[in-house]
């Protein structure tokens, strides 16, 4: 078959393993995202993710992810509910928290694994089958695996600059909060990304649509988004709230507002999420208590409780005594801000 016979079929083979949507970029390498990522880098703004700071050129050259490497497939698997948004009226009433959107069901990356190893399997068996069915750990990366150099696959955990790639394969265009954003579903939705030497028909770049809109910047309430596309990580209450070792600093635990894992107020307030739609997908679907839970529940839970109710969760992530630490900084902080308008 010619390149865009099999670019049709790969695509086919990805929205049959469940993904939402597909687009292919070139792989070349990005010296600009290189040079962009490392001014914020060497500026601070990763904060304790000291993974960022490895395999800078990696991240930006996808041959040095797979030798002679030609796409790299980008697929977008949405996370919506019709569940209320973290701004609307009443969402959050007295005594609850906040937990992201995204964390409300079973965690993405046991989602969207088990759906790309499913994607790699098809497009072996049906396009390049002298590959092998030799899956094994590529390079010690927990998640990431390769079918004989030729495939290796990541979900947001690997070196690669996820979001530049999908504005390229034209899954949508980065926004001044820097997430993507697909014209016609909004932002929420997770991304996935195969690298491969399959030659693949590149996909065409959708426009950016944010134009003088400034509505993400406005109402991000620790100002983290400083520039245009440029978030520090160390403002962001999502930083703060997940990505924290240990307790929260005092100095930032008045930030954290209602917000006990993550937070989704720079999409609440995007223009184009009022054309998301509910995904329908099972596995993102609100469990129960998770949509805005009473703060007093989860300080009740013992360790054996916590790892049951959040088990395949994305919570999971802060652990047992993060999570209360969170709980108490959201207490704090709301019952300052009582006082606050009280006074007033």
């Given at each position: 078959?010619?390149?865009?016979?099999?670019?049709?079929?790969?695509?086919?083979?990805?929205?049959?393993?469940?993904?939402?949507?597909?687009?292919?970029?070139?792989?070349?390498?990005?010296?600009?995202?290189?040079?962009?990522?490392?001014?914020?880098?060497?500026?601070?703004?990763?904060?304790s993710m000291a993974w960022m700071a490895r395999d800078v050129h990696r991240r930006s050259d996808p041959g040095r992810v797979v030798a002679g490497a030609r796409s790299v497939i980008m697929l977008a698997l949405?996370?919506?509910?019709?569940?209320?948004?973290?701004?609307?009226?009443?969402?959050?009433?007295?005594?609850?928290?906040?937990?992201?959107?995204?964390?409300?069901?079973?965690?993405?990356?046991?989602?969207?694994?088990?759906?790309?190893?499913?994607?790699?399997?098809?497009?072996?068996?049906?396009i390049a089958p002298g590959l092998g069915d030799d899956f094994r750990g590529a390079g010690g990366e927990p998640g990431a695996f390769e079918v004989r150099r030729d495939f290796r696959w990541y979900v947001d955990?690997?070196?690669?600059?996820?979001?530049?790639?999908?504005?390229?394969?034209?899954?949508?265009?980065?926004?001044?909060?820097?997430?993507?954003?697909?014209?016609?579903?909004?932002?929420?939705?997770?991304?996935?990304?195969?690298?491969?030497?399959?030659?693949?028909?590149?996909?065409?770049?959708?426009?950016?649509?944010?134009?003088?809109?400034?509505?993400?910047?406005?109402?991000?309430?620790?100002?983290?988004?400083?520039?245009?596309?440029?978030?520090?990580?160390?403002?962001?209450?999502?930083y703060l709230t997940i990505e924290t070792k240990g307790a929260i600093a005092e100095a930032d635990r008045g930030q954290v507002g209602a917000h006990l894992f993550g937070c989704d107020i720079c999409q609440d307030?995007?223009?184009?999420?009022?054309?998301?739609?509910?995904?329908?997908?099972?596995?993102?679907?609100?469990?129960?208590?998770?949509?805005?839970?009473?703060?007093?529940?989860?300080?009740?839970?013992?360790?054996?409780?916590?790892?049951?109710?959040?088990?395949?969760?994305?919570?999971?992530?802060?652990?047992?005594?993060?999570?209360?630490?969170?709980?108490?900084?959201?207490?704090?902080?709301?019952?300052?801000?009582?006082?606050?308008?009280?006074?007033?």
């Open positions: 078959m010619d390149r865009r016979q099999r670019t049709a079929l790969v695509e086919q083979l990805a929205l049959d393993a469940g993904f939402s949507r597909f687009g292919v970029a070139a792989a070349h390498d990005r010296p600009s995202d290189r040079e962009h990522l490392q001014r914020w880098i060497d500026a601070g703004m990763h904060g949405d996370y919506d509910s019709d569940a209320p948004r973290s701004l609307d009226a009443g969402a959050v009433p007295e005594g609850h928290g906040w937990i992201s959107r995204y964390a409300w069901g079973t965690d993405y990356h046991l989602v969207a694994e088990r759906r790309l190893k499913a994607l790699t399997a098809a497009v072996q068996e049906q955990y690997g070196p690669l600059l996820e979001r530049r790639w999908g504005e390229e394969a034209g899954l949508g265009w980065q926004g001044k909060n820097s997430l993507l954003i697909d014209p016609e579903r909004g932002s929420f939705f997770f991304l996935a990304a195969v690298v491969t030497s399959i030659d693949l028909e590149p996909s065409e770049a959708v426009v950016d649509h944010c134009g003088s809109c400034t509505a993400c910047i406005d109402a991000c309430p620790t100002d983290a988004i400083v520039a245009d596309r440029v978030v520090d990580s160390r403002r962001c209450i999502s307030v995007c223009p184009f999420n009022r054309f998301s739609r509910p995904s329908g997908e099972a596995e993102f679907a609100p469990r129960p208590g998770n949509v805005a839970p009473p703060l007093g529940e989860l300080l009740a839970l013992d360790v054996e409780a916590f790892r049951e109710r959040f088990r395949r969760s994305p919570v999971k992530r802060r652990g047992y005594e993060g999570l209360r630490d969170n709980v108490r900084a959201v207490q704090a902080g709301r019952s300052a801000m009582k006082e606050g308008t009280e006074r007033a």
